[in-house]
């Protein structure tokens, strides 16, 4: 019976998307909707991205180093470890991950406080696409997400260099040949690649389980842990199979 009821909601999922994009909302009033959820979503989510890339970045050089015993084993990989570690995983993936408690819990809550107090309802009354008017401006507005992203990245190895530099575990100049050292362009075409999917996803599991919520304002609440908890299952999934098939 559990596994009907995983698939009967894997269902749901995708007749939703399907819905969203039929009876647009006109332009001009998506265009303000889109403005605000961008404030909401992304400029919002910031802050913490940026706190949490720059400390973990520094975090990530130090553990690096400490486990450089060997006199023989070279500085540099201080450098090189902090960017594969960053823009490999780090930023794409465990801020995604953060994402979905922050930007994922708000979506869920605000879009079930909307069903618990019946102005879904009141939208579908008026004819209006609820599905197209509430998720649609939000998968819009996350396109921006792989920008925070590469925030995310720079802050990460810019920490990374200042607790390398400044805590005397290597030097400025070994820690930007490590930057350098054997860079593969295609590592950040395959970030930004998992960071869309990502994205869609921030955007699309918790406005689901908002939508489809059912109960009071207690229920609000427990449709954003759930949100959360599968947002980042999937996430982590995504993640498995995206590195299978683009860098193995």
């Not at 953060?98 to 009354?125: C, D, P």
């Amino acid at each position: 019976m559990m596994l009907i009821r995983y698939l009967s909601q894997i269902g749901r999922y995708f007749i939703m998307l399907k819905e969203v994009f039929n009876s647009p909302v006109k332009w001009p009033v998506m265009k303000q909707i889109i403005l605000k959820e961008i404030d909401d979503l992304i400029i919002d989510s910031l802050g913490i991205v940026c706190f949490i890339s720059f400390f973990v970045g520094g975090v990530v050089a130090i553990q690096t180093a400490l486990n450089l015993t060997n006199s023989l084993i070279p500085k540099y990989l201080i450098g090189f470890a902090t960017r594969q570690s960053i823009v490999l995983e780090f930023a794409p993936t465990f801020i995604s991950i953060i994402m979905a408690g922050k930007m994922g819990s708000f979506i869920t809550s605000s879009i079930g406080s909307m069903r618990v107090t019946e102005q879904i309802e009141a939208l579908e009354v008026m004819g209006v696409n609820a599905l197209n008017y509430l998720v649609f401006p939000k998968m819009i507005a996350v396109l921006l997400y792989p920008f925070v992203i590469g925030i995310a990245m720079f802050l990460g190895i810019f920490g990374g260099y200042l607790a390398g530099v400044y805590g005397n575990f290597t030097s400025s100049t070994d820690f930007i040949i490590g930057i350098q050292k054997e860079f593969i362009p295609f590592h950040i075409v395959y970030a930004f690649i998992k960071t869309l999917m990502f994205a869609f996803l921030l955007a699309t599991i918790p406005s689901f389980h908002g939508f489809y919520m059912k109960g009071g304002a207690l229920e609000v609440g427990k449709a954003s842990t759930v949100s959360f908890v599968w947002t980042s299952v999937v996430i982590i999934l995504m993640n498995y199979i995206l590195t299978q098939l683009l860098l193995s």
